[in-house]
């Protein structure tokens, strides 16, 4: 691989780890060490997701959370369940970078996902029960077509963006502080009262799981059409003053030229103004997810602080119900859970809504995102001007590839 090409390959990795593989004039390549995360990702929960169904699997869970160390142990699997596969995926794609970057792992990446869809389901079929060869059949079947999916996706960019998500999600998590205390106050002023009114209980207690999931969704619905309002203009004056205020590049990947830009940039695509779009989109959707979850654990606590079983009953005319969230049960009553749910719903709506309206909230959530985009339209330009005829050479055409 020429000097040249490496530069090349430098700053496309450089893109696709912004989220921006749309700018890349070329194919993704190495696409089995580009999919290891997302592999190790699924591979870590499916696995705990077992050990939580072989755990709560029978009529004496109940019973079992009673055991203070069961209580423990089930408690921590569940917080595994989240935490450890995003811990994973991150060290696997830390394992990744330099690898696709230079045509290296191909071996150690054909294991992981050799593992993924063959000894995997292997074990599940002797964890779940009686061996059967159909069963075992079908999941490495449905194996691969999870592992094809996933290398189509990267072929065309979106397990850039992906990967992107995943690190913008870790990254929410420090700005948790800043967000509950500008968001949190003035929220449970006007949530909290609700929370103990029985009407919130007898209506979103008592609607079916995939009635609350619609709610969920329309509520999603609601947000993405306020956020494409608002992006469209936002996006229109980043893409044509995104000179005004010139932002220094990497020079280990830009070299000098990234000091500064010169010349005229190529127009926008339209698959450049979606990558832009979707990466507004995907910043502020998971800012609103983060957001959710707090809400969410929040409420919770305080059901269980100070919401006893016999409210519950008086309030929806039965006794509450063993939870069960995304098909595992939880140590909560199904009641509190749909309606901490609900709430965490509405609470997103109003994060939204003044995410891009209050100044406070904009500076602090919305304008980094701005920065982000600024910069790496910089070094589009850049990019585009020195490598733009080589990276959209066909692939035969190239050497080191």
Known sequence: MTPSELDARRAEQWFRRRGLPAVVRGLERNLAVRVVPAVTWLGLSDLL????TVADG??????????????????????????????????????????????????P??????????????????????????????SVFASLVIVGLLLALTAVGMGSV????????????????????????????????????????????QIPRDRIWLVLGFFAVL???????????ELRALITGWRDRLPALPADTFGDAGDSVHGSAPPFTRLERANLFLILLLTQLLQALVFAMIVFVAFVVLGELTVPDSAIKSWVGHDPNQGVLFGVQVPLSNDLVQVCLFIAAFSTLYFIATIVTDAAHRKTFFDP??????????????????????????????RGG
Do not use: C, K
């Open 49 to 52: 997701y077992v050990v939580l």
């Open 58 to 107: 029978d009529s004496e869970f109940g019973s079992r959370l009673e055991n203070a160390l069961f209580l423990l142990f089930y408690t921590a699997v569940l917080v595994g369940s989240v935490v450890l596969p995003l811990v994973g995926a991150w060290f696997a794609a830390n394992w990744a970078r330099d690898r696709a970057l230079d045509d290296r792992g191909f071996g």
């Open 109 to 138: 990446a054909s294991a992981v996902i050799g593992a993924y869809v063959v000894l995997w389901p292997v074990g599940e079929s002797l964890l779940e029960g009686p061996f059967r060869w159909s069963g075992l059949v079908a």
């Open 162 to 205: 992906f990967g992107w998500a995943l690190r913008a999600a870790v990254r929410q998590l420090r700005s948790v502080g800043t967000m509950t205390s500008r968001s949190m106050p003035l929220l449970l002023l006007v949530t909290v009262f609700g929370f103990y009114t029985a009407e919130i209980w007898q209506s979103a207690g």
């Open 223 to 233: 947000s993405g059409l306020f956020l494409r309002s608002v992006f469209a203009a």
């Open 369 to 398: 995102v701005l920065e982000h985009l600024q910069v790496s339209l910089a070094g589009r330009a850049v990019y585009l001007a020195r490598f733009g005829p080589r990276s959209a050479a066909p692939p035969a055409a190239r």
